[in-house]
C-alpha cells in the first residue's frame, strides 16, 4: 500500500468549529487544504487549459473513469504515458470510479456481488465494471488518487435498500483495497493512493456503520458520497455531523460533487478538507456568475449599461479587465469568450474562497468570516 503517513498532514484545528487546514503531498506538488478541485471528466476541465489552471492555483483536479475507459479508451491514454501526458497536466489528478455515472444510467445497467455490468451511452456496447478493474484502470491511468467502487443510492432509498448496498459496497472497499496492493507491487510504490467511500444514504445508524468501517481500513483518504444528490441541505449537513467524528483525524475528507460557496462554508465547518463539483463551470458557460454579493446572472438587461467588473471584490483577469456590460454583451451575441471568462472568474473565485478559509483557520476566525460571508453571499444580487 502507499505511504499513508507522509501523506497528508493536520497543520491546525479551528476554535470554534471542526474546520481544519491541512496539506495533501503528492510528491510533484503540495495541495493545500480546505481545497476545491475543477471537475475535468473527460480530460478537460471545460473552456480551460491546464496551464489557466495552475495559474489559478489548482493543485488537484478530478477525471472521470467511466468517460474516459469509454473514450478515447484504456490504451490511448496508455501508449500516450498516462494521463498527466495525456492532458498536459503536471499536479494532482483524482479519477472518481465511474460508479456515479453507471449507477445513474439504471436503466442501462444491472447490479450484482461481482459488480455492474452497463451499455454505454455513446454505442450501446456492454461492458464490467468490478472491483478490481476499476482500481486497475485508475492506476494505467497514472491517477494520484483513486477512488473504488461504490453504489451510490437515490435519496429515497429506503432502509433495507441502503442496507443491502452497503454491504456490497464494503465488500467492494475490501476488494479494492487488495487488488490495489497487487497493482502497487507491479507498478511505482507509494505513486497512487487509494480513498475509501462512506456510503449509507440519509440514515444515521448506516453512515455511522459506514464511517467506522471505512475509517478502520488501509485507506489514504475518507470519503464521503452519496450526499447532494437529492436530499436537503440540512439533511446533507446533519450527516456530517454524525460521522465527522468518526473519522480518523490523519486522513483527509473528501465530500463528493459538492461545491456551492455557502455549502463549501457549511461542509468545512464540519471537518470537510476536499471538494470537487461541476457547478463553477456549468454556471459559467450559462451565464451565471458567481460573487462575494451572491449569484449574477449576467445576461439580466440591468446589465446592459453597467461599467462594475463582474465582482468588485475579485482580482481575476476578468473582473481586471472587463465590465458587466462587456460581458452581457458577449453572452447576448453568443461570442465563446462570454463563457470563458465566466467560467474563468466562477473558478478563480472558489479557489480564492478556500484560500480565504484556510487563512481565517490559521487566525482563529472562521466562524465569524463564514457568518460575514454568508449573510452577504445569500442576500443575493439578482435574489
Excluded at 117 to 138: C, L, P, Y
Excluded at 219 to 243: Q, R, T
Aim: with cysteine.
Amino acid at each position: 500500500m502507499a505511504d499513508n503517513q507522509n501523506f497528508f498532514t493536520l497543520i491546525r484545528k479551528d476554535r470554534g468549529s471542526q474546520a481544519r487546514r491541512g496539506s495533501i503531498n503528492l510528491g510533484a506538488c503540495q495541495a493545500p487544504t480546505p481545497l476545491f478541485m475543477p471537475v475535468g471528466t473527460q480530460a478537460t476541465v471545460k473552456g480551460m487549459t491546464p496551464e489557466e489552471l495552475e495559474r489559478i492555483g489548482f493543485t488537484i483536479i478530478l477525471a472521470n473513469t467511466y468517460h474516459l475507459y469509454l473514450r478515447p479508451g484504456l490504451e490511448v491514454i496508455q501508449k500516450l504515458g498516462g494521463l498527466h501526458k495525456f492532458m498536459g497536466w503536471n499536479r494532482g489528478i483524482l479519477t472518481d470510479s465511474g460508479g456515479f455515472q453507471v449507477f445513474s444510467l439504471r436503466e442501462r445497467s444491472s447490479i450484482s456481488e461481482e459488480g455492474v455490468v452497463f451499455r454505454s451511452h455513446i454505442d450501446g456496447s456492454k461492458h464490467t465494471f468490478t472491483a478490481e478493474n476499476v482500481v486497475a484502470m485508475q492506476v494505467i491511468f497514472g491517477s494520484d488518487i483513486i477512488m473504488p467502487l461504490d453504489e451510490c443510492v437515490p435519496s429515497d432509498s429506503s432502509w433495507d435498500y441502503v442496507k443491502e448496498s452497503l454491504g456490497r459496497t464494503h465488500r467492494w472497499a475490501e476488494r479494492s483495497i487488495r487488488a490495489f496492493s497487487r497493482e502497487c507491487e507491479r507498478n511505482e510504490e507509494g505513486k497512487h493512493h487509494l480513498f475509501g467511500i462512506v456510503q449509507g444514504g440519509v440514515y444515521d445508524d448506516l453512515r455511522r456503520e459506514s464511517a467506522e468501517f471505512i475509517g478502520s481500513q488501509p485507506f489514504s483518504g475518507c470519503a464521503i458520497g452519496g450526499l447532494s444528490v437529492g436530499e436537503s441541505k440540512e439533511a446533507m449537513h446533519h450527516v456530517l455531523e454524525e460521522i465527522s467524528p468518526l473519522l480518523p483525524e490523519n486522513k483527509p475528507r473528501y465530500l463528493m460533487g459538492v461545491g456551492g460557496p455557502d455549502d463549501l462554508f457549511m461542509c468545512v465547518e464540519r471537518g470537510v478538507d476536499i471538494f470537487d463539483c461541476v457547478l463553477p463551470t456549468r454556471m459559467g458557460r450559462t451565464g451565471t456568475i458567481l460573487t462575494s454579493q451572491g449569484k449574477m446572472v449576467i445576461k439580466n438587461a440591468r446589465y446592459k449599461f453597467d461599467s462594475l467588473p463582474p465582482d468588485e471584490t475579485c482580482q481575476c483577469y476578468t473582473c481586471s479587465n472587463f465590465t458587466r456590460s462587456y460581458l452581457r454583451h458577449l453572452f447576448m451575441a453568443e461570442e465563446m469568450l462570454g463563457p470563458w471568462l465566466a467560467t474563468y472568474h466562477n473558478l478563480y473565485f472558489l479557489n480564492s474562497l478556500v484560500e480565504a478559509m484556510r487563512t481565517a483557520i490559521d487566525e482563529g476566525r472562521f466562524v465569524q468570516y463564514r457568518e460575514e460571508f454568508v449573510s452577504r453571499y445569500n442576500q443575493g444580487i439578482d435574489a
